[in-house]
């Protein structure tokens, strides 16, 4: 049986089933092994990693721990409250008009970090002028109807991951931002920082940063030290605000102090930091990539609110979530009707009942005629959130266009 228990219930004789800590690029080969020594326990413990899944078939149980159902079904629950109450979001653009904007936006997102990136390499200043109007840009798209720039930023290929995580962390901050009703002035500054955030990691040599086997203790803790890097090269950048500066070097901590590179621990991390933190986890664990199919969008809200017990402020996390729904835009859902389809817009004031594009029967399995599906004026209804993985669905293929 699956069951989680704390990190500090975990002893020598226990077999790990899963670490429980996606955002980490720990230094563990694998996330499931048997634990054979105290040594391992207390390297678990120094991660940072409060919470782990164990399999009692193959080593000690602890009895009083909850089974890995009982912890889903719970957040499950969670969600749904959440969902009870969110922030109204008016949209002002057609999905269909804003998607051809949002398009060319993200392609040209893309290409000035990939040039910017390539800059600090050469040893040049980041020059804050070259972003502006380009964040300017996703604030409007993403006041105007955020379902179109946001699932294009979820989708990723491997090779362009530095670039496009930042693009995604930049859009996804400023949906944050508009969900919390924080000023667009303060949102256009979290944007800049989100777009800046991991700048840092041009400082990193390539060796590492695409090593493909699992990095040494050194190389992890130099590749910890973007963060650092970061700072220093946004500090020497001219017009670069104090907000932009919080998120690019606290978007590591954690609520609980386990963080890097201060520990800072609660209040002491400002607001935008541990918006950053949130969406910075949010987008590493529910990309598409090419060799890394990530979680589906729902399965990654489900994450964060478990790790909120720990590393985030619940209360934000719950902002997030209704910030871009619990069915966020380009999740693949499975009706009561057994038909797959892809959510392609929020229903304001409604999180359970999306617009969705159904093209698949899940009971047949066969596809059917495109068709869309507003759930708020029919019958049928979400009864799973699906993987694309699982279904070998492309993804990209059924984004309106
Ligand atoms: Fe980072």
Request: hydrophobic residues 40%; negative net charge.
């Amino acid at each position: 049986m699956i069951k989680q228990i704390r990190t500090d219930q975990l002893k020598p004789g226990m077999y790990i089933h899963d670490l429980n800590c996606g955002w980490l690029d720990h230094p563990f080969i694998s996330n499931a092994f048997h634990v054979r020594d105290q040594a391992t326990v207390e390297k678990i413990y120094d991660l940072g990693i409060r919470e782990v899944y164990i399999d009692t078939l193959k080593g000690a149980d602890v009895w009083e721990a909850r089974t890995q159902q009982e912890v889903s079904a719970d957040l499950d629950r969670r969600l749904q409250e959440i969902a009870a109450k969110q922030p109204e979001k008016p949209v002002t653009a057609a999905l269909k008009d804003e998607v051809a904007r949002a398009r060319r936006l993200h392609g040209e997102a893309n290409k000035i970090v990939r040039n910017m990136m390539d800059d600090i390499r050469l040893g040049q200043q980041i020059q804050v002028e070259r972003v502006e109007p380009l964040v300017e840009g996703m604030v409007d798209s993403i006041f105007r109807n955020q379902d179109a720039l946001l699932p294009l930023a979820r989708l990723k290929n491997h090779d362009d991951y530095t670039f496009e995580h930042s693009v995604s962390v930049c859009a996804l901050l400023v949906a944050f931002g508009r969900g919390m009703k924080l000023s667009r002035e303060v949102i256009k500054e979290i944007a800049i920082g989100g777009l800046l955030h991991d700048v840092g990691k041009a400082k990193i040599p390539d060796s590492i940063l695409n090593k493909p086997a699992k990095l040494t203790d050194d190389e992890f803790a130099r590749m910890q030290g973007h963060v650092a890097q970061g700072v220093v090269l946004l500090q020497a950048t001219p017009g670069i605000s104090k907000i932009a500066l919080e998120v690019t070097g606290q978007h590591h901590e954690r609520f609980d102090g386990t963080g890097y590179p201060r520990k800072l621990a609660g209040e002491k991390i400002s607001l935008y930091g541990q918006m950053a933190a949130i969406v910075d986890v949010y987008d590493a664990i529910s990309s598409e990539r090419v060799y890394h199919k990530g979680m589906s969008p729902t399965q990654a809200l489900k994450k964060l609110l478990e790790w909120s017990e720990h590393h985030f402020d619940p209360k934000l996390v719950q902002a997030f979530i209704r910030a871009i729904g619990i069915y966020p835009t380009g999740t693949l859902v499975q009706l009561d009707s057994k038909r797959l389809g892809v959510v392609i817009e929020q229903n304001e004031g409604n999180l359970l009942e999306p617009v969705v594009r159904v093209f698949y029967h899940g009971g047949q399995r066969h596809y059917i005629p495109p068709e869309i599906v507003d759930l708020a004026k029919v019958q049928d209804r979400i009864a799973s959130f699906e993987n694309y993985e699982k279904w070998n669905i492309d993804p990209y293929h059924w984004l309106p266009a």
